[in-house]
């Protein structure tokens, strides 16, 4: 059964970087377009940014121009490059495709914060 395993957050000041992983089991992520999503307690999970291939991506207004997403579909691997970090940025961080196909993974924690 296919699963996400994503890692790469922390605690990290404002204005400060983290870079998110996210592996998908598998022999199928390079068919997906996959996303990265995050979610803060009592709120819905939200779409944060997409990826169909290298030169087609999309992001939410909140993190257009500091975040940048990227894969590697010979290693089945998501990537989120997150700069200039916001307090507003802090929640759990999840990926999965763009139509949410699998069940969702752990997630990791980012933490901004002085």
């Known amino acids: 059964q296919e699963h996400f395993v994503e890692s790469g957050g922390g605690l990290v000041h404002p204005g ?3 870079r998110l992983s996210c592996r ?9 377009s996959m996303a990265w999503y995050r979610q803060v307690p009592g709120k819905q999970r939200e779409l944060v940014a997409s990826i169909i291939s290298a030169t087609a991506t999309d992001y939410d207004d909140s993190v257009k121009g500091r975040f940048t997403i990227s894969r590697d579909d010979a290693e089945s691997t998501l990537h989120l490059r997150m700069n200039s970090l916001k307090p507003e940025d802090t929640a759990v961080y999840y990926c999965n495709t763009l139509s949410q196909m699998y069940d969702w993974g752990q997630g990791t924690q980012v933490t901004v914060s002085s």
């Open 16 to 18: 400060g970087s983290l």
């Open 24 to 32: 998908l089991s598998g022999n199928t992520f390079s068919e997906y």
